[in-house]
C-alpha cells in the first residue's frame, strides 16, 4: 500500500508515518516544514519505504506528483497552533482551504481514499457537556482570527463532504481535540509542552486568562491508531469522528499536575490573554468530547491518563534538552580544542 501524509513532518503526522510504515506501507511526506521539522523523521531516515518531499500543498504540480500512484492520503498539513494562527490569519487561509482543495482535487483524480484531519475548534464556544459531532458551531467574529482558523477548518470538512456526494471520494473526517505528546512543540502556543518545558526548568508556568478554562488532552499514541481504522472503515467514508482525551481538566488543574509530575519547584503566573496573544482575544470556556461514535466504528478508547501522558512528555523535552546540551559541548570542545602541534603530525 503506498500512503502519503501530508504534514507528516509534524507532532502528529511523524506518528503517523512511524505507525504505518511498521504496518508495511510505502510512506510519501509531503511537508514544507513550516511548523514541521525533519528531525521529527530522523529516527526513520534510513529506512527504505519512506520518501520525504519538502513542498507546500499550495503547489498543485508537488501535490498531484505525490498523489499520482497512491492508494490513500492522510492529510494533516495545516497552518495550527493558536499562536501561529493569531499573528498568521492569511497563512492559516489560505493553505487551510486552497492547500486543502488541491488535496481533494488530487484525490479525485487519482482515485486515492482519503482522510481529512480536522479539528475540535470548528465547535467553537460550545460548553456543551459532551460534544458529539453534530453539535452547534458557535463562532465568533470573522474578523478575530482565531475564527477566520474554525470557518477554515469547516469549510475544509464541508468540501470533503460535498466531494463525497457529488464524486463519490471516499473521504473520512477526523475531529482531534488537543492531541499531546512526545515531539509536540510549545512554540505555536501549545499549553501541555510549554507548562512542562517551563516546569522542568523550574520557570514560572504561564497560565493564560483565570485557569479555569478546561481541556480533555489525548495521547497521540491512543489517537493515531484510530486514525488509521477510521481511514480503513468504509462506512466511515462522508462522515466525521471526535478523537478525544477522557479527562476534563482545567488549566490551573494541569499546571498543578504537572508540577507533582516533575517534582518541579515551578509556581504558576496568569497572563492576560491580551498580553498572551492579542487584544479581544476570545479562548473556549470548556471542550468536552464525545467519542461514541470513534468507539462505536474502531473501538477508540482513549486509555493513556493524564499523568502517565505528563510523564512521558517530560521524558521527551528532557531527552531533547541533554541531546541539545551535549551538541553544545561539543561545539565548545572543538571550538576551544588547541591546535595540535606541527610535530606530532610528522612522521616519526
Ligand atoms: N494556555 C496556557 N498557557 C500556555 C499555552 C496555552 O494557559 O502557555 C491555555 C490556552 O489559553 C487555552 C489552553 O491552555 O485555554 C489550551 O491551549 P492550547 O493552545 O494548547 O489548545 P486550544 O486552545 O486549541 O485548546
Known sequence: MRTVVTGGAGFVGSHLVEYLL?????VIVIDDM???????????????????????????????????????????????????????????????????????DACRDHGARLLLVSTSEIYGKNTADRLHENS?????????????????????????????????????????????????????????????????????MTVFGDGTQTRCFSYVGDVVPAMVKIAETPEAYGQAYNLGGAEEVSILDL??????????????????????????????????????????????????PLDEIIRRVAASIAADAEATAEADALRLTLVTAPPIPAVSLRRA
Open 34 to 104: 513550516s511548523t514541521g521539522s525533519p528531525q521529527n523523521l530522523l529516527a526513520l531516515r534510513n529506512n527504505p519505504h519512506l520518501r520525504v518531499v519538502t513542498g507546500s500543498i499550495l503547489d498543485k504540480g508537488v501535490v498531484n506528483s505525490v498523489v499520482q500512484g497512491s492508494d490513500r492520503v492522510f492529510h494533516l498539513a495545516a497552518a495550527v497552533g493558536v499562536r501561529l494562527i493569531v499573528e498568521e490569519p492569511l497563512t492559516s487561509l489560505r493553505t487551510n482551504i486552497h492547500g486543502t482543495e488541491n488535496i481533494l
Open 136 to 204: 452547534d458551531r458557535i463562532l465568533g467574529s470573522p474578523l478575530l482570527s482565531r475564527w477566520t482558523y474554525a470557518a477554515a477548518k469547516g469549510i475544509d470538512e464541508a468540501f470533503a463532504h460535498a466531494y463525497w456526494t457529488e464524486f463519490g471520494l471516499e473521504v473520512a473526517i477526523v475531529r482531534l481535540f488537543n492531541t499531546v505528546g512526545p515531539r509536540q512543540t510549545g512554540r505555536y502556543g501549545m499549553v501541555v509542552p510549554n507548562l512542562v518545558g517551563q516546569a522542568l526548568r523550574d520557570e514560572p
Open 255 to 304: 499546571a498543578a499536575r504537572i508540577v507533582k509530575v516533575t517534582g518541579s519547584s515551578s509556581e504558576v503566573t496568569l497572563i492576560s490573554y491580551e498580553d498572551a496573544y492579542a487584544p479581544g482575544f476570545e479562548d473556549m470556556r470548556r471542550r468536552v468530547p464525545d467519542n461514541t461514535k470513534a468507539n462505536n466504528l474502531v473501538g477508540f478508547v482513549p486509555a493513556t
Open 22 to 26: 511498521d504496518q508495511g506501507d510505502d
